[in-house]
């Protein structure tokens, strides 16, 4: 099953660079050197065995959005699964002057979301506000928090004006009842959803998280057998990361039985609230301390788990769980993959030992690995190894009969 993703967005807004991290094995500080894109890059990447996605890298210079918005607009906007529009808030984020560039920005956004809504109505929408670490900590929350407004109300009066207008006539006719959809929907048109973003931190794999997470078909079967085995193992959590992004895919909890930004609901499912009143400020985080302009990027330091404190730490202050703590993880393996293989060596698993936990990391299927933390001091970290070990066939098996959509 292909999914097409679009990744557009002005010039130098940073979308080469985030997919060049996630999808290629980019460090932050690698980014620097990237020229710009040239009109469209492709790349297909094989996501869980049968999932792929089609990437759309759309150059942002300007000759080349006009022509996405033109000559090109039915072959770019057309069979669309997820766009992904990128902001610079960098040099954006001032009021005076630099309101000009936000400005012709959104006017951007709302232009491509205009033929979005022609061709590919039942698209997802992710508007990535990006460059946060160059923003003053100051000032981010407020700065964050207006621009989402504002991207809001643009994209409700979009979706009301063609609900109001008499639809263009659709290539594939697929989108036919995107009309009733959003007058139904209440909040008219498409639902966006909005996250701080930036190269030097978890907060980027926390929004492509979210962004994949959308795209798996039957993600709530997983959770389910996922849950359960939690339950076999009495672990106090499980997550699963796909194999070579690390990206989170789904996890499940013992200890929390509604997980951070997602909600179980009465048939036991796991879902992602990505509603636009409810979802707030679901996509601000404050970002990991230290790390302006890139100066603290690289995975310096050691990381606690337990709540010891530093920079980068697993667990906030008080022993209250960091919801961000998964995506951290997919940020450090990440990097300490990349290290592994600078020595020539490659990443197999990890192990764990603190006084209240063990967290064991190690494959699961052809394409995902698995985390347990287990932190009855009782179970022996060989039991957790057997029980993956012995889940491996069960969750390969889950993946090659779970059907497109
Ligand atoms: N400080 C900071 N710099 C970033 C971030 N993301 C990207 N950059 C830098 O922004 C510059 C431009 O990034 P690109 O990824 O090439 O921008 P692009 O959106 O692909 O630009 P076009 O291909 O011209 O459309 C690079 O020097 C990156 O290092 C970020 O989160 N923070
Ligand atoms: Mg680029």
Redesign the pocket.
């Known amino acids: 099953m292909k999914k097409k993703v679009l990744l557009m ?12 991290l996630i999808f290629s094995s980019y460090r ?1 500080s690698d ?2 050197r ?4 040239l009109d469209v890059e492709h790349s297909h990447v094989r996501f869980l065995g049968n999932l792929v996605l089609n990437l759309w ?5 300007q000759s ?1 959005m006009d022509s996405y918005l033109d000559s090109q607009r039915s072959q770019v906007f057309s069979a669309v699964g997820v766009l992904i529009y ?1 902001f ?1 808030l ?1 040099g954006s984020a001032s009021e005076g002057e630099n309101d000009q560039e936000w400005e012709k920005d959104v006017r951007y956004y709302r232009d491509c979301l205009q033929a979005l809504h022609q061709y590919s109505p039942d698209a997802q929408v992710f508007c990535l506000l ?5 923003i003053d900590s100051s000032r981010r929350k407020q700065v964050y928090a207006s621009r989402v407004k504002e991207l809001r109300k643009k994209s409700r009066e979009i979706a009301q004006a063609a609900a109001g207008a008499p639809k263009a006539s659709k290539s594939g006719g697929a989108g036919a009842s995107g009309g009733g959809e959003e007058g139904g929907g209440g909040v008219g048109g498409f639902r966006i959803h909005c996250f701080a ?4 931190d978890e907060t ?1 794999y926390r929004a492509w998280s979210r962004i994949v997470h959308t795209l798996i078909p039957n993600v709530q079967t997983l959770e389910r057998h996922l849950l359960q085995f939690a339950n076999i193992c009495s672990a106090t959590e499980v997550v699963l990361f796909e194999r070579t992004t690390f990206l989170v895919i789904s996890r499940s909890s013992r200890r929390i039985g509604s997980l951070t930004g997602a909600s179980t609901r009465a048939d036991g499912k796991t879902e992602y609230i990505y509603d636009e009143i409810e979802e707030g400020m679901e996509g601000f985080r404050e970002m990991g301390l230290n790390r302006e ?2 100066t603290g990027g690289s995975m310096s330091g050691f990381v606690s788990m337990d709540g010891a404190g530093g920079n980068g730490s697993l667990a906030e202050k008080g022993g209250k769980l960091n919801p961000e703590r998964f995506e951290k993880i997919s940020e450090l393996i990440k990097k300490f993959k990349l290290s592994c293989s600078k020595l020539q060596s490659t990443f197999q698993g990890l192990e764990i030992r603190g006084p209240n936990y063990t967290a064991y990391i190690d494959v699961l299927t052809s394409n995902t690995y698995i985390m347990v933390i287990v932190a009855d001091p009782r179970i022996q970290l060989a039991a957790i190894k057997l029980n993956v070990q012995l889940g491996r066939d069960h969750f390969e098996k889950l993946q090659a009969i779970n059907p497109g959509r």
């Open positions: 967005g002005k010039s130098g807004c940073g979308k080469t660079s985030m997919r060049s932050a980014t620097r990237l020229g710009s894109t890298d759309c150059g942002g210079q080349y990128v610079d960098h990006h460059k946060m670490d160059l973003t930036s190269i030097w980027l302009n890139g």
